[in-house]
Structures are given as structure tokens and as C-alpha cells.
């Protein structure tokens, strides 16, 4: 038996711990990553250049959040719930019996390295799994930190991480998991979910694509730059759902790049590809795949480059078309182009040809103009007046839709995401209605009166 299939013989083995018992783990996770991080900061900062406060907020600060969360309500989402029973079905009562699905294999990405992997986790653990648990091979150092965090807490048939990159992730997909919870890129979420069906495993697909950023002429355009700006630039705009790309009212357009500009110093400095404080890009591959985009219609700011340290200072790029390179795949870096519209139909039907998105940002003043995006435009999640933040909270489901991702998760859509509800009837035995046998006389007169 090879080295991964042993594993996971253990791990199909693994009894689920009872509700105080995941606590106490849950409880001492917590405390592990305490003690280690340091060495979690000071690998993103490596891996990444994150700076402590990005990393801390964006990272550590949100496994924590999710973790107290999770502690706090898990007794009552464990529960067993009673549920009504028809009329039809006189003398039996009914539940749903919170059960793990046995073995979950969770497959991480680079971008937000520890916060990917390890909130998977804490659902999958509270929810009573087993966890194999494969983190980037982008970004080495986190890698290492979650893999000595996760030894510390955790016997290696409850939860593991085999670390590797395509080979390893390959071999992992080939195994008889009970349940996939894969981060990453559309490309490779096709190829999960085809591996996934081998087994016919269930899967959670959270993906990219381009999430587009509209503002409105109606929109307080100072707090929309600052928030767009943020949005955009935080890792260097390497997020799953930063505005890929803006939706700017030709009215407005020229005031919103002057304010962008200036929040763009304000946060980063004059020259922010050698602030140490400023996201690199992962490697030299996507840094390279990034420049090219560099010469795509004019730009408004930004486009210094620092390849000795692979960053590329915030860029704004005006004069774009669809057809331009950078609109033809996600950007997932510090690159920002701009197109505009008339009227918001204009807008909404641009985003209405293309695959629906994983976030979606609107800046506007006017509710009925809210009243109409949401009700016309599909996609994964997002915020009205502000970016990201809608993944921040543990009461928000978090997932894409289409070609964005399929499932959700954070708080208590994690713990249900890697739970399966099993319906049970529990039946009297103290009378039994023959009128349900093939043999009943006006059997089916009764029925009929039941079921109409
Ligand atoms: P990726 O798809 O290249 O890699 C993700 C993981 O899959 C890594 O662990 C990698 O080792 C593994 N992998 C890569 N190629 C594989 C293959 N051929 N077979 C099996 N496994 C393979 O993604 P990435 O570059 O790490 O991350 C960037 C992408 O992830 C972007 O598209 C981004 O939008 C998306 N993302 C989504 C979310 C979300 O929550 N929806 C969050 C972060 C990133």
C-alpha cells in the first residue's frame, strides 16, 4: 500500500469525536497558532511581503474569528434536529442526525496560504471529519508553519497535511475521499470536479474569475476610491474577489482616477514597488504573465516595475477594451483597467455576457439603483458601497456560482458544508394504517384523500 492510501485507511478509520471533545481540539488549535505567529507573520511576510497588519487582518485574525465562532455555536448547529411529520405518516416522528462525511481532503491555494487552509479545516474538524490537508507549493514557508501547527494539535488520523504540488495534488485527487473542498482556479477546479467524480465524491469548488466594479455617477466618489482602492491593491491584488476590472460612469470616470491616484500614495508611498510593505507577486512566472498587461491601453498610474523583488507598483489602466489581453482572463495582481458606460443597462448587460463572477461591487447612492443590480445580475457575493468585506463575516455565506465556484462556507455554512444531514423516520409500532398495502381494501380511495 503506498504512502497516501495507508493514510487515508487511517483516517476512513477515524471515529467521530464526540461534540466536547472537538471543542477541546478546536480549543487548542487556537492556542497552537497563538504560540506560533510569529512564524506565521514572518512566513507571509516572506512568501508574500505581507506586511504584519495585512497579514494579521487578513489572515491570522479571520482563523481566529472563525475558530471563536465556531466554538460558540457548534453545540446547537451538532444538534440533532425534530422536524414536523405529515399528517400521512400519523404516530412516527422525524430528524436529522448531524453526520460527518468521514474523510475530507481540503486543497489550498497561495494568495491567503494560511486563512484558506486552515478555515476549511475548523469546518471540516467541528463538523467531525478526518482532514488531509494540502497547502501551496507556491508558498513554501506557510506551508511549513501550518504543517508543524497542524503536528502539534492533531494525531495524524484525524488531520494531516501532505504538502506537494501538482504531483502530490494528482496522486490525492486519485484517492476515495468522502468529500473535496478545493481553493484555486477555474482550470484546475474542472480538473478536481472530474477527478471528484471517478469517486463520486462531492466537492466544493472555490473559485476566481473577474469580478467586476460598477460606479455610479450618483456614487460619494472619495469613499469609492478609497474603498476600491483597497479592495483592489491589498496583496498586491492578488484575491479571489478584488474588482478584476472597473465599470466607471463616463461622467465620473476622470474625478474617480484622480481620487484612486491619491489614495494609491496615501497608502503605498510614491514608490510602492520598493516598499517592502507591498505585496510581490508569487513567483516570477505570474510576474511576468502580469507585465505583459502593462502595455494594454494607457496608463493612468502606476506600471513601475521591481522584477529583483517581482512587484509591479498599483497600475491604472484607461482606454481598455474586452478584447484587450487583460480582459480575457482574471488579473489576480495590482492591475486595474478601466472601461465605461452610459447607462446602467449598458453596464449590466457587459456583465450579463459573461461568466457570472465570484464578487460583484456597486458604488452608488440610489436604492433603486441597488434594487436593480441585485435583481438582475447573478453572482457569488459582494457589497454595495465597499469591497471585499463581505468575506469577513462569519454570517455570510461565501462561494461562487457558475464557472465562480460551486458550494459556500465561513461560520456556520462551513460546519454544514462538511456535514451530512441524514433524515431518519422513527415509526410507531402501537398501530400501523393498512391502507398503504397493496392488499387494502379502498386502499387507494384513502390515499387519495391524503395526497391530492
Ligand atoms: P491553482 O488552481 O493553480 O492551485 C490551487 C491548488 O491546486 C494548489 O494547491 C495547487 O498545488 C493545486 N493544483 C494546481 N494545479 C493542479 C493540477 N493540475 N491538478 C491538481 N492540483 C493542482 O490556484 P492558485 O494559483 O493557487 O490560486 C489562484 C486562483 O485561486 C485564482 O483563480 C483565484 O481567484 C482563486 N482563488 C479563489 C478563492 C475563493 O475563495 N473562491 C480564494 C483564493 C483564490
Excluded at 492556542?31 to 506560533?36: D, N, P, T, Y
Excluded at 462531492?202 to 460598477?214: A, D, H, M, Q, R
Excluded at 461565501?398 to 456535514?419: C, L, N
Amino acid at each position: 500500500m503506498d504512502k497516501l492510501t495507508a493514510l487515508l485507511t487511517k483516517q476512513k478509520a477515524f471515529q467521530k469525536p464526540a461534540i466536547e471533545e472537538r471543542l477541546r481540539i478546536l480549543r487548542k488549535l487556537k492556542e497552537v497558532i497563538k504560540q506560533q505567529e510569529k512564524d506565521i507573520l514572518q512566513a507571509l511576510a516572506h512568501d508574500l511581503h505581507k506586511s504584519e497588519q495585512e497579514a494579521y487582518t487578513t489572515e491570522v485574525g479571520m482563523v481566529y474569528e472563525e475558530i471563536n465562532h465556531t466554538m460558540k455555536h457548534l453545540h446547537k448547529w451538532a444538534k440533532t434536529s425534530n422536524v414536523k411529520t405529515p399528517l400521512t405518516h400519523l404516530g412516527s416522528k422525524s430528524m436529522i442526525i448531524k453526520e460527518p462525511y468521514g474523510s475530507v481532503l481540503v486543497i489550498a491555494p497561495w494568495n491567503y496560504p494560511f486563512q484558506l487552509a486552515l478555515s476549511p479545516l475548523v469546518g471540516a474538524i467541528s463538523a467531525g471529519n478526518a482532514v488531509t490537508l494540502k497547502p501551496s507549493e507556491l508558498t513554501p514557508q506557510v506551508s511549513q508553519v501550518i504543517r508543524t501547527i497542524v503536528e502539534r494539535v492533531f494525531q495524524e488520523d484525524q488531520a494531516v497535511v501532505v504538502e506537494g504540488g501538482v504531483d502530490i495534488s494528482t496522486q490525492l485527487l486519485k484517492q476515495p475521499f468522502d468529500y473535496i473542498f478545493f481553493t484555486g482556479s477555474v482550470s484546475v477546479g474542472k480538473i478536481v470536479m472530474e477527478a471528484a467524480a471517478k469517486h463520486l465524491t462531492p466537492v466544493t469548488l472555490e473559485l476566481g474569475g473577474k469580478s467586476p466594479c460598477i460606479v455610479m455617477p450618483d456614487a460619494d466618489l472619495k469613499l469609492a476610491a478609497k474603498r476600491i482602492t483597497f479592495g483592489k491593491f491589498t496583496n498586491a491584488g492578488q484575491t479571489c474577489i478584488a474588482p478584476d476590472y472597473l465599470l466607471v460612469h463616463e461622467s465620473v470616470k476622470e474625478e474617480l482616477l484622480r481620487e484612486m491616484t491619491v489614495c494609491i500614495h496615501d497608502f503605498f508611498g510614491e514608490q510602492p514597488e520598493i516598499n517592502p510593505h507591498f505585496g510581490k507577486n508569487v513567483s516570477q512566472r505570474h510576474f511576468d504573465r502580469l507585465s505583459q498587461f502593462l502595455s494594454n491601453g494607457t496608463i493612468v498610474t502606476g506600471g513601475q516595475r521591481n522584477e529583483q523583488e517581482l512587484k509591479i507598483a498599483p497600475t491604472i489602466l484607461d482606454h481598455i477594451s474586452w478584447d484587450d489581453p487583460v480582459m480575457q482572463e482574471e488579473i489576480f495582481g495590482p492591475i486595474l483597467p478601466v472601461m465605461t458606460f452610459d447607462s446602467l443597462d449598458e453596464a449590466a448587460d457587459m456583465i450579463k455576457a459573461r461568466p457570472k463572477p465570484l464578487a460583484l461591487y456597486l458604488f452608488t447612492t440610489s436604492k433603486q439603483t441597488e434594487s436593480y443590480v441585485l435583481d438582475h445580475l447573478s453572482f457569488g457575493g459582494g457589497c454595495i458601497n465597499d469591497t471585499l468585506m463581505h468575506v469577513a463575516t462569519p454570517y455570510l455565506p461565501f462561494g461562487g456560482i457558475g464557472e465562480s465556484g460551486m458550494g459556500r462556507y465561513h461560520g456556520r455554512e462551513s460546519f454544514f458544508t462538511f456535514t451530512h444531514e441524514k433524515s431518519v423516520l422513527r415509526q410507531t409500532n402501537r398501530f400501523d394504517f393498512s391502507f398503504r398495502y397493496p392488499n387494502a381494501k379502498n386502499g387507494l380511495d384513502i390515499v387519495r384523500k391524503f395526497l391530492k
